[in-house]
């Protein structure tokens, strides 16, 4: 039974991709071969790398002059690529703080520069986003880091953030892809293909030209960026089986109506989903109402009591991986793109039914 | 039609592992989810995890005091990650230069620490490997580091230097679990996992436990090997599929005789084709007979000229991915793991017809 997946990431991929990999798994194009045991440097997987970049161009709106990188280590790798390549040891940077992760791209990036922390939200919980205008940039930053949307804790910027000229870098692991995005507005995005994009093992980074060609001595060739651009992101052999599963959902994507539609759908999802909780009194989520975030929607129980009963009968109806990150505890649902909103209504009805029983 | 694959990495499969992956592409372990799906951090991948390693373990007997670790990037990943974690900048670290790989390997070293090229075979046209006990060893390195077998040019040590106390450090890319191995000769093995191992996004270190904790300020920590010891390979999302068929190909390798078969086979496979090479008064190989890699065969025709014509009919008889790498030209059959004695037959038989007919 196909269940509806609500993990974190490695998160649910659209069947239809699933489908066609199982279909073609032997005998890729014709070759007689997987696409797996085929050579990086081969013409047809450099046409399928070619049209892996130009989905991306043409779905996410990227504007010439930017530069689009496949690496790997994930977004960590990247915590420390970012500092690596856009600012010199004596470089202040801004970060953002507004969660686990921000915490931990923080946590690098002091090893390889000056950060400056412009706004804290731990004094809430984490359960807000700093409001517009109240950035207390340093003056003459390498860039502003921020996490646009934070999976544990479940909150999310509803605006981008204003940093004038100094480049603005967002690890949009969680977002990318989920919504329309005006990328002019950054000078560096980054993300983990494995929410909304395809399997673990891809980090995708999108970095305006005239940021690259400027890593310090020092930084491994894996992680520069003027490197990397060089040899079309195989520097070293990529994970071909994840660029060819992204490809895949690329194109699922695109069928779907591209970002515009996607984004009313993962918006319709998270509303339902909120609503659902807001309306009863015995669900509850943490987070401010303007910075909730529509990909990762955490909760809790009235009585806590209740958490394993209700994430074993959850599995029984096929509602997995509801369990929220082992830091904060209670519930956790993500709803990436692949998520139905028939998968978002089924989770409502039952825990309607949960709470009609345990309430 | 399943072709034999010559291709030097990626590279060819065994069918029985595409079969399973297949058979459970869209419900793995009963989960109703792909395993591409699942949460790195559910019991069901910690469990695959474990058994990764534990296969590891057992199958190339790695010795207790040893960490494995399985990493991103690729072994050009650790042509950084080895000077970063054993090296000062300070230090001096020996190279032997055997040919492409080792070249990289120490130009990247050269960003990090000082390189002492302690043999360097390029006078041969990298055609030979320095003789045991003519190394010229540095006083005091840091450690020695070699590429048991060149993938381009197509030699192979068919010894393991003696270093003294100083750790041997091996890219063995091409080699690792393709023949049994005595790893305590080593401090530190490493190995892109896409030859005999599994499909690309995968490279394995090996690496003796005195030689962990001694990161240098400023290592990437996904390039740390204690903060990767430590999370169990899980400081970041590891590419959970890739590391699924890895395991899958160490059952399959298990359930062949291990690597004391293999080691036969693999033996079995390269005399055969090497002696068809030499028994030919068309086709050559330029590699000194001592120190023939069993893993990549380059040759070359009588005539140069008849190489498309070659490579286009040796295709359309199910034998790939047969051309020489771009720097050298003409042929080139690897003869990983996954290549049965079948396809090495039909290579030669088919290289024989084509002599016959053009020589």
Chains 1, 2 share one sequence.
Not at 23 to 40: I, K, R
Not at 52 to 63: F, G, K, M, Q, T
Not at 276 to 296: H, L, Q, T
Request: proline share 6%; net charge neutral; hydrophobic share 45%.
């Amino acid at each position: 039974m196909r269940v509806f997946n609500f993990a974190a990431g490695p998160a649910m991929l659209p069947l239809e991709v699933l489908d066609q990999a199982r279909e073609e798994l032997e005998d890729w194009q014709g070759s007689g071969m997987s696409v797996m045991e085929v050579s990086h440097r081969g013409k047809p997987f450099v046409a399928l790398a070619a049209q892996l970049e130009a989905l991306l161009r043409e779905i996410a709106s990227i504007p010439s002059g930017y530069q689009v990188l496949l690496l790997q280590g994930g977004a960590t790798a990247q915590f420390a690529g970012v500092p690596l390549n856009l600012a010199t040891a004596e470089s202040t940077a801004d970060y953002l703080n507004t969660g686990s992760w921000s915490a931990k791209a923080i946590g690098e990036a002091k090893r390889y520069c000056r950060v400056h922390v412009a706004a804290d939200e731990s004094a809430s919980g984490y359960h807000t986003v700093p409001a517009p205008g109240t950035l207390a940039l340093a003056r003459e930053a390498a860039y502003v880091h921020y996490t646009p949307n934070e999976t544990i804790g479940g909150v999310e910027f509803p605006y981008v953030p204003d940093t004038g000229s100094v480049p603005l870098v967002a690890d949009m692991s969680s977002t990318l892809l989920s919504r329309p995005l005006d990328v002019a507005r950054f000078g560096l995005i980054y993300a983990g293909a494995q929410k909304n994009i395809g399997p673990a093992g891809l980090c995708i980074v999108i970095v305006r030209e005239d940021l690259i060609g400027h890593a310090r001595a020092g930084t491994p060739m894996v992680l520069d960026y003027q490197a990397m651009a060089e040899d079309g992101s195989m520097l070293n052999t990529p994970p071909t089986f994840v660029w060819y599963i992204a490809a895949l959902v690329l194109k699922w994507i695109k069928a779907q109506g591209g970002l515009a539609a996607l984004g009313e759908r993962n918006r319709a999802k998270a509303e339902a989903l909120y609503q659902a909780i807001d309306g009863s009194g015995f669900y509850r989520n943490p987070v401010a109402k303007a910075c909730r975030s529509w990909m990762n929607v955490p909760f809790t129980l009235a009585k806590p009591e209740l958490d394993k009963g209700f994430l074993a009968e959850a599995a029984a109806a096929g509602l997995t991986n509801l369990a929220g990150h082992r830091s904060v505890g209670g519930m956790r649902a993500s709803l990436y793109n692949a998520m139905p909103l028939a998968g978002v209504r089924a989770l409502i009805d039952f825990m309607r039914e949960f709470e009609r029983r345990h309430g």
